[in-house]
């Protein structure tokens, strides 16, 4: 079955930085595009960031740009998401999600808490 596991969040201060991962399996990884999104208290879940299988294209939600990065090793099902320069409006639940056979699946989220 198709799995995604996410990890690496915490309480981190203003300008500070973390490391999302998500490990897949129970998928050919390297077929497929890869998700982030968080949800903050009150709010709908939104999209952070994406990249392609091939690594060719990445997309941003304007509230991370320049400072969150994706990037993926398929030789280790696994997809990062680089976050830099936090800020408190960063606090959410990060989940991983790809899309496979026209389901989608989701990891179970981590949570990072920006706060001083």
């Known amino acids: 079955q198709v799995q995604l596991v996410e990890s690496g969040g915490g309480l981190v201060q203003p300008g500070g930085s973390l490391r999302l991962s998500c490990v897949g399996s129970?998928?050919?990884?390297?077929?497929?595009?890869m998700t982030w999104s968080r949800q903050a208290p009150g709010r709908e879940r939104e999209f952070v960031a994406r990249?392609?299988?091939?690594?060719?294209?990445?997309d941003y939600a304007d509230s991370v740009k320049g400072r969150f990065t994706i990037s993926r090793s398929n030789a280790k099902n696994s997809v990062y998401l680089q976050m830099n320069r936090l800020k408190p409006e960063d606090t959410a639940v990060y989940y991983c999600?790809?899309?496979?056979?026209?389901?989608?699946?989701w990891g179970q989220g981590t949570q990072v808490t920006v706060s001083s």
């Open positions: 999600k790809t899309q496979v056979r026209r389901n989608t699946y």
């Open positions: 129970g998928f050919t990884f390297s077929d497929y595009a």
């Open positions: 990249i392609t299988s091939t690594t060719g294209i990445t």
